[in-house]
């Protein structure tokens, strides 16, 4: 499968300001996503980044809040907005080739710590 | 919607011993199933998976999983656990209506004594 760069790897911010986390994948995939993780809990979905449009987010997740951007096939960002100590998580990002039978792959994460 | 439950939160195991770990599923048509591990500070990597075909599956790591349709599971073994294999296992399902995106379970943390 494909590798994803994902970067930082980690962060301390402070409230009120904003972290943008970027995700380089080595070839060409067909969706990306991005995924929350918080402390000691699964994996939720925050959004598939589309390409060249608008992301698609779930319920609880906003576009003012994540803002996320995938100008190509390689490429993405998700921001984190504004944020507070309950942001503090680790951000996922994923690819998948598409196809229901494929799996997705995953970059390293992103620990994001807000003081 | 589709949903994965893994009972056990967390499992601890004695170097050498078998392991198993429990998933259960919830989907209306035949699922689209994966095993990933999250070592700690590392990303999620893939086990193993199942779309059809031979319901008993190989993985990486000396690991398998068995898809049980009239039980909704597929729960994840290993023969003999290694130190090494102490992380967080998450199961996850392909979701419906042509959507690309997976659902998690819960995970469960694996503890390997010595």
């Known amino acids: 499968s494909a590798v994803i760069s994902q970067k930082p790897s980690r962060d301390i911010c402070q409230r009120g300001t904003s972290l943008t986390i970027q995700c380089q994948v080595d070839s060409q995939v067909t969706m990306m996503f991005w995924y929350r993780q918080q402390p000691g809990q699964s994996l939720t979905l925050i959004a598939t980044a589309n390409q060249g449009s608008e992301a698609t987010y779930e319920s609880g997740f906003v576009i003012d809040k994540f803002p996320i951007s995938r100008p190509n096939l390689t490429f993405s960002t998700l921001t984190v907005s504004n944020m507070s100590p309950e942001d503090s998580s680790i951000y996922l990002c994923?690819?998948?080739?598409?196809?229901?039978?494929?799996?997705?792959?995953f970059g390293q994460g992103t620990r994001l710590t807000v003081v | 919607a589709q949903s994965v439950t893994q009972p056990d939160i967390h499992i601890t195991v004695s170097e050498g011993a078998s392991l198993e770990l429990r998933c259960n599923y919830s989907?209306?048509?035949?699922?689209?199933l994966f095993w990933y591990v999250q070592s700690p500070g590392q990303g999620l990597q893939l086990l193993l998976k199942y779309f059809s075909g031979d319901t008993l599956v190989q993985g990486i790591k000396g690991f398998e999983a068995e898809f049980k349709r009239s039980q909704s599971s597929f729960n994840l073994r290993k023969p003999s656990v290694h130190w090494s294999d102490a992380a967080e296992y998450f199961c996850a399902v392909g979701a419906q209506g042509g959507s690309e995106k997976l659902v998690f379970g819960k995970g469960t943390k694996l503890t390997v004594n010595p």
């Open positions: 989907y209306g048509a035949t699922p689209y």
């Open positions: 994923s690819g998948r080739q598409g196809g229901m039978n494929t799996e997705a792959f």
